[in-house]
């Protein structure tokens, strides 16, 4: 059983989660109880991360499970909480929209034309690479993996002063959103 319980949090991880054929056996289950038992399960994972419940919460919880069980998902929990804080961190920022991943960025001289032999302009190239996000609302219902786009731009010196002024000003309005 403790394989299962990782493999629920696998899914909510946006793995590969737990097949009725492997896991029917151990607990004898039909394809329907195995089903909404899964369900049950990552919806305790989801909830015991997102409202910090304490020991007497879980236990609370697991009130239908005998107790050999309800140990096993409190280690799982315990060895895998913060890798299902991060998921569904990941899972509500993609609700808005985008999210940036990572950056590639570099610098290039333009020399210019043999009739502007004296044009010397640096160009700056900056690639955003994001992700839309899952494909399905929440890790809760199945595996999926984000789709990444990459947004490329060519900017020289003044809009490269714009574009970095107006990333000061929204990192200003978050900062005092936290606060």
């Known amino acids: 059983m403790n394989k299962y319980f990782l493999r629920c949090i696998d899914e909510i991880c946006g793995r590969k989660g737990p097949a009725y054929e492997v896991f029917k056996s151990s607990a004898n289950w039909s394809l ?5 038992f899964t369900k049950s399960i990552k ?12 020991k007497d919460e879980l236990l609370e919880n697991l009130g239908d499970l005998e107790s050999s069980r ?13 890798e299902i804080n991060v998921a569904l961190q990941r899972d509500t920022c993609a609700i808005s929209g ?9 610098l290039k001289w333009v020399m210019g034309s043999s009739k502007l032999s004296s044009l010397r302009e640096p160009l700056l190239t900056v690639d955003f690479h994001t992700s839309q996000g899952r494909e399905k609302a929440t890790s809760i219902s199945s595996e999926t993996k984000p789709k990444i786009n990459t947004v490329s731009l060519e900017l020289d010196k003044q809009e490269l002063k714009t574009l970095v002024s107006a990333l000061q000003k929204a990192q200003d309005v978050l900062t005092s959103w936290q606060s």
């Open 98 to 106: 985008p999210v940036l991943e990572d950056f590639d960025w570099s």
């Open 43 to 54: 919806i305790f994972f989801y909830e015991a991360v997102t409202k910090h419940w304490h």
């Open 70 to 82: 309800q140990q096993l998902v409190l280690e799982c929990l315990e060895i895998r909480k913060d």
């Open 32 to 36: 329907e109880e195995f089903r909404e």
